[in-house]
């Protein structure tokens, strides 16, 4: 399996969640059927706007849909969170199981 680090993670302002790693591209991930798409302006996998599930869980689905591709995505120090409040980034930390 490949793995890939992911540069950013961001809530856009219609309220999707938006991975951003740093050299795969998914453009077929909606083949999945799990909810999760690539947004090629962006290069980023994302959630759609929640309903009932939670950010972190979105995050777990994201991943989950990027290990499906064969890629398995992690955070590092270096990623950078845009408009993630922190409680949501302590959260998406957590299910992540990393510090960064």
Known sequence: MESDRIVEIQIDTAGKLHVIPS???FPYVYREAMEV?????????????PRDWSYSRWFQQIQ??????G???SLT?????LNIDPQTKAELLHVAGSEA
């Not at 120090?77 to 969170?81: F, I, N, Q």
């Open 23 to 25: 050299s795969r591209t």
């Open 37 to 49: 798409h690539w947004n090629t302006e962006l290069g980023s996998l994302h959630s759609p706007v």
């Open 77 to 81: 120090g270096d990623t950078r969170w």
């Open 64 to 69: 989950a849909a990027a290990r499906a591709q």
């Open 71 to 73: 890629c398995e995505l």
